[in-house]
């Protein structure tokens, strides 16, 4: 079992691309989350995705949106990125209401 | 309304000696709660979690913590520190109908030789 995979490692964009992040769960898992970690502080939750739709969100603008596909992977897109968007995004899947297991993270810089 | 409190955002302990760090949480829910540990450029890994059994719940590599409800607490301990215990550690509460985790600011152990 490859565990929870996220592609890409590292990232850098410059203020205001766009950018896309990658997520496939551990199998046999169905939900997708995905969290912000800014340096020195604890993970923010962004979303949730379930049976492909948002079930949650978190305290983030709608520049940060997502899409879960039929084989339960996801994705995070970011739009007009800002400088304060630079961060360790992590991904964690879940079966139904059970622990969360955390991938690797993708760092993000935008310069 | 939901949060965890992290008492402590550094500890530092000699190797062998007890490992403890504090966690405080506030939930409307009957909450589900979690340790993670995480390694430098390494991704969050679970040490335990307590789901409404026993109050106290054994994880890995030795460690343990105890839901105390009373003083809305879960702490994590450990009995004796090993150097391979340095690492950031996050105490987690989960609740509502999608499972959402809310993260504490997290405590960074070090383990002195």
């Known amino acids: 079992d490859a565990g929870v995979t996220q592609s890409p490692t590292h990232l850098i964009k410059t203020r205001g691309q766009q950018v896309t992040l990658r997520c496939s769960p551990k199998?046999?898992?169905?939900?997708v989350s995905w969290y912000q970690q800014a340096l020195g502080q604890g993970p923010q939750f962004i979303f949730q995705?379930?049976?492909?739709?948002?079930?949650q969100r978190g305290n983030f603008p709608d520049r940060f949106s997502g899409h879960q596909f039929p084989n339960y992977s996801s994705e995070l897109n970011v739009n007009a990125l800002l400088l304060g968007d630079s961060a360790l995004y992590l991904c964690?899947?879940?079966?139904?209401?059970?622990?969360?297991?955390f991938g690797p993270g993708t760092r993000l810089t935008v310069t | 309304a939901q949060s965890v409190t992290q008492l402590d955002s550094h500890v530092s302990v000699s190797e062998g000696t007890p490992v403890l760090l504090r966690c405080n949480y506030s939930?409307?829910?009957?909450?589900?709660l979690f340790w993670y540990v995480q390694h430098p450029n390494k991704g969050l890994q679970l040490l335990l979690k307590?789901?409404?059994?026993?109050?106290l719940v054994k994880g890995i590599n030795g460690f343990e913590a105890e839901f105390k409800k009373s003083e809305t607490s879960f702490h994590l301990t450990k009995p004796s520190a090993h150097m391979s215990d340095a690492a950031e550690y996050f105490c987690?509460?989960?609740?509502?109908?999608?499972?959402?985790?809310?993260f504490g600011t997290g405590t960074s152990l070090t383990v002195i030789p």
């Open positions: 964690a899947s879940s079966f139904t209401l059970n622990e969360q297991y």
């Open positions: 199998s046999g898992h169905d939900t």
């Open positions: 995705y379930y049976e492909e739709e948002e079930r």
């Open positions: 939930s409307s829910y009957s909450p589900s």
């Open positions: 307590y789901t409404s059994a026993a109050t």
């Open positions: 987690v509460v989960s609740e509502g109908p999608g499972n959402q985790f809310y």
